[in-house]
């Protein structure tokens, strides 16, 4: 079986296999590692090993190398049944070698492109993420090979950019070349690419410069003359020589492989036969029928067939009067006599022109005579090898030519949308933007593939303008193809597009105009009944065009047609309503935020009821529908607005002395929460002081509402009361049976487990019990909280097999549902994952950091990232820098006089671990033991999901060891080394 294992030498050497990063271990087993690979394959002696490891070898260096040796074929073949040989590391002869795949090295598979296309040297030029064997690089073995890396990714440079000059995009050449130059100031040929793709772009004055510079360079730091290459571009450039002109770029087709392939057919059909054949290319305005055509002339020319091309634009003359030569005709009174003898001289002029192309485009418009002299070739072909190929719209099909030359059985094409996939491309060779998949995707829906709204989407994307607008050239297509509409079809496509996208034919219009429009290729019938516009930008020019009072009129009656034929719809009531400024929007907005509520669509569900608080006056009501906005940003990662609007929502309540509906507003916000610290203790102090004084007058359901509510906003510093209220919201919410009802109890007690160290376990069992009852109960943002909890809980344990399943599968729901804020928590525990590996996870934690930083959640945020930098450097041994602002972490951080007990909190464990490294006297170390020993066994701070100072036992043997009891610390750390393994 082909092994997994790829290795990267071309940057920090690196490992992975199908279960992902290996661990390579220490400096000394990196070392061997990477001598190895420098020998491509060949066997490195085990003495030559020791001498290149070390500068005086240690006794017993052989035997240092056997054992490095051992544990990199563990880590490279995990799986290898004991006593069987390895595969991957070998021992031969005197010494070992490496048995990898050709593509098992980066470096080796940068080698294999240098000879490939543009596409296989970008690639390649990616692999590289630093300097070759970056840590190698004072190694005396290194340097060879590090050089000869390094000096074949320059050539690979200067290969791309041939390639982007070979294709016509010197412009996208400059870039790179300039930084080339500036790096290696003495590559000639850099020189002369970085010029002659300045002088193709157009950029004449900056190509001499590039040449006076090498020029002076070459002078001063060599004392010698450009060579002959370069000499001879600098007179090629002032001269304006023709040889420099760009070569003329080939028509760019994207994602028409299967329809060219046709085509090709066609005339290798022809060209066998030695007979006329026919090829109609058919599509929609836009699809793309002129560039397929032009494309296939390009690839014909450069086969040596001759080709001719005839247009058709609308009430213009024949398209043949650019393809024959005049004709010289005996006139005669008998038309039907001289239309012959005319066929008859086109006919001898096409069969003497050996293998030739012609193009007829846009026959949809051609008049009479065009098509008739078209058919007549076709139906009785010419016995000479000629492809006529014919394009038009397929709306307006040319049906009489159709019908007369379909016994010639010509190659039919038809020319749809283009895939998602391609818009990049198109994108690119439009503009020169490179998009990602999302934008991509925004463009392929709204332009639904057709290459002509691709591109020009992608214009007003280069020029700044947003893509939910449309293009001017789209518009100016639509509004002349409407204007050639009756006026009773324009005025159904009007109301249509005020319905949407798609429509039912009761809401917005009659049949007969219905089925002109879907001729006249606007709409295309999806089911009986029911439309759809053959593109949004169709649709969105009618709508941008009509005026807002046109709109408004337009929507209500929309929104009173669906009242009576769809009353369930609320979502689209509340829609039209909303843009009628009819007051019923307010009714149906509310319904619609509650039902995508249901759904988990939260974006969603805050939008509507923003539109039901446009809509309502009545304060009591208000206050009801802004708790809903509050849940909904909340859920949708808007923290901060959320917060403001619940402080607004408890300012109203002091006006409406009704205790009933203030504890429907406090106990609406029943959103999970992760984490412990407070983002704004004011507020929280607020919703406690009123939950308290409501309690005496809810219901039962109320009641534990209101107590999970304030154990969750004393969260872990309330003391007795905060443990108190969530136990007894927990005894209601099992009585009764309600779920939403216990899961919020759960989060409560969930905050309440941070009284002391050890309670991971109690932690573990609160969130199995969360994950299901919430997968029962469809429960998916306290479903999301169990993941979260669990994978904090199994990180504290060491346990990431566990963890890392959690995280798998709260990532999935985030995604599903749209929840911002797990993406943030995933990025945290990534870092977290490279530190405890002893990985690089610096760049981790710093993207991680910018995440939590939109994520307006000011309690978690304050210090952190300097805090997990300070826990990653000591927890693998880098050196500690204790000079960043490290915020409400300082005093553990940055001790400057006594240093406060922790908080109890999810970072308890690593503010005391930090303490206990500063402890100096026996008083105060055996208090920070007797509070970190419950936690002996766990990984300090894991329990975060996002940092971690290593094992606590670490913490503990050094307690121990402080306080004299030698033994007791000996326990400790082999507990770590136990600890470190199974993490």
Not at 403 to 431: C, Q
């Amino acid at each position: 079986m082909v092994s997994s294992v790829r290795i990267g030498v071309l940057g920090p050497l690196l490992a992975t296999d199908s279960a992902g990063s290996i661990d390579l271990k220490g400096p000394r087993h990196r070392a061997v590692l990477a001598r190895l690979l420098v020998a491509r394959g060949r066997v490195v002696p085990v003495d030559m090993l020791v001498a290149d490891l070390w500068e005086d070898p240690p006794d017993g260096a052989v035997g240092a190398i056997q054992t490095f040796v051992a544990t990199l074929r563990k880590a490279l073949e995990p799986n290898r049944p004991p006593r069987t040989p390895a595969t991957l590391l070998v021992t031969e002869g005197p010494g070992y070698r490496l048995k990898l795949e050709p593509d098992a090295v980066d470096a080796w598979r940068f080698e294999a492109a240098l000879n490939g296309s543009l596409a296989a040297l970008d690639e390649a030029l990616e692999l590289w993420r630093g300097p070759a064997y970056a840590e190698f690089a004072d190694e005396a073995w290194a340097r060879a090979e590090i050089t000869r890396l390094d000096e074949l990714r320059l050539l690979a440079v200067e290969r791309r950019a041939e390639a982007l000059l070979g294709l016509g995009r010197a412009a996208e050449a400059v870039p790179a070349l300039l930084a080339h130059v500036d790096g290696h100031p003495l590559r000639e040929d850099g020189w002369r690419l970085l010029a002659l793709s300045q002088y193709t772009a157009g950029r004449q004055a900056d190509a001499l410069e590039s040449l006076r510079r090498a020029r002076q360079l070459l002078a001063d730091e060599l004392g010698v003359d450009p060579g002959p290459a370069l000499r001879e571009l600098a007179a090629d450039v002032l001269a304006h020589a023709p040889r420099l002109a760009p070569a003329p770029a080939a028509p760019v087709l994207v994602g028409r492989d299967e329809e060219m392939a046709l085509l090709a057919g066609a005339a290798h059909r022809v060209a066998g036969t030695g007979k006329l054949g026919l090829a109609l290319i058919s599509g929609e305005a836009g699809a793309g029928k002129t560039a397929l055509a032009t494309a296939l002339r390009a690839r014909l020319e450069q086969a040596g067939w001759s080709a001719r091309w005839g247009g058709n634009p609308e009430d213009a003359p024949s398209g043949w009067a650019h393809i024959l030569d005049p004709v010289d005709i005996e006139p005669s009174a008998d038309p039907v006599a001289a239309r012959f003898r005319l066929h008859q001289a086109a006919r001898s002029q096409l069969a003497s022109r050996g293998r030739s192309l012609v193009v007829l485009d846009d026959v949809h418009w051609a008049d009479e005579e065009t098509l008739a002299l078209l058919a007549s070739v076709v139906v009785d072909p010419i016995p000479a090898p000629v492809l006529v190929v014919a394009t038009y719209r397929t709306r307006e099909a040319p049906t009489t030519l159709l019908g007369r030359v379909a016994r010639a059985e010509p190659t039919r094409v038809y020319l749809g949308g283009l895939a998602a996939s391609d818009v990049p491309a198109v994108v690119r060779a439009a503009t020169g933007l490179d998009v990602d998949e999302p934008t991509a995707a925004v463009i392929h829906r709204r332009s639904s593939g057709n290459p002509f709204f691709v591109r020009e989407l992608a214009r007003l994307l280069a020029a700044g303008g947003d893509l939910s607008t449309v293009p001017e050239g789209v518009r100016d297509v639509v509004r002349y193809r409407l204007s050639q509409l009756p006026a009773e079809v324009q005025a159904v496509l009007r109301k249509a597009a005020v319905a949407g996208e798609t429509f039912a034919l009761d809401v917005a219009g009659s049949l007969d105009e219905a089925e002109v429009a879907v001729r006249q290729g606007f709409l295309v019938e999806t089911a009986a009944g029911e439309f759809q516009f053959s593109h949004a930008l169709v649709r969105d020019t009618v709508y941008q065009d009509l005026s807002r009072s046109r709109r408004a009129h337009l929507h209500l009656e929309v929104g009173e047609a669906l009242e009576r034929l769809r009353a369930g719809d609320v979502a689209a009531l509340a829609h039209h309503f909303a843009l009628a400024s009819d007051e019923r929007a307010g009714r149906y907005a509310q319904a619609a935020a509650v039902s995508a509520e249901r759904r988990s669509a939260f974006g969603e569900a805050a939008r509507y009821w923003r539109v039901a608080l446009a809509h309502q006056a009545d304060v009591r009501h208000r206050l009801e529908l802004t708790m809903g906005l509050v849940r909904a940003l909340s859920f949708s990662g808007s923290l901060g607005e959320s917060r403001a609007l619940r402080a607004s929502a408890l300012d109203l309540l002091d006006s409406v002395d009704d205790p009933r509906l203030a504890a429907r507003v406090v106990t609406s916000f029943d959103v999970p929460a992760i984490w412990t610290a407070h983002d704004d203790p004011a507020l929280a102090t607020r919703v406690v002081a009123l939950s308290e004084r409501l309690l005496p007058d809810v219901d039962a359901a109320s009641r534990s509402r209101l107590l999970a509510t304030i154990a969750m906003e004393l969260r872990s510093s309330g003391g007795s009361r905060a443990v108190e209220a969530a136990a007894g919201a927990e005894e209601i919410a099992r009585g009764l049976g309600e779920p939403s009802l216990l899961a919020f109890a759960l989060n409560a007690q969930f905050m309440q487990s941070y009284a002391r160290a050890g309670q991971t376990r109690e932690r573990v069992r609160i969130g199995t019990e969360l994950v299901s009852l919430a997968e029962r109960h469809r429960l998916v943002t306290f479903e999301v909280l169990g993941h979260l909890i669990l994978m904090q809980s199994h990180s504290a344990l060491a346990d990431f097999t566990a963890a890392d399943a959690h995280v798998e599968r709260v990532t999935r729901l985030g995604d599903d549902f749209q929840l911002p804020l797990v993406s943030v928590f995933a990025q945290w525990y990534r870092a977290l994952r490279a530190s405890v590996a002893g990985q690089d996870a610096v760049g981790l934690y710093r993207a991680a950091a910018a995440a939590l930083a939109d994520a307006q959640m000011p309690g978690f945020d304050d210090g952190l990232l300097p805090l997990a930098l300070l826990c990653h450097e000591i927890h693998i041994g880098l050196p500690v820098d204790r000079d960043r602002d490290f915020g409400a972490f300082t005093p553990w951080c940055r001790p400057a006089g006594p240093i406060p007990d922790s908080p109890k909190d999810q970072l308890f464990e690593v503010r005391t671990c930090l303490h206990a490294a500063a402890a100096d006297d026996a008083g105060t170390m055996q208090r920070l033991y007797d509070a970190l020993l419950p936690a002996a066994g766990e990984l300090a701070g894991a329990g975060s999901g996002m940092l971690t100072l290593g094992p606590v036992d670490r913490y503990l043997g050094d307690l121990a060891r402080g306080l004299g009891r030698v033994n007791v610390a000996d326990s400790h750390y082999a507990q770590a080394e136990i600890v470190i393994r199974r993490a």
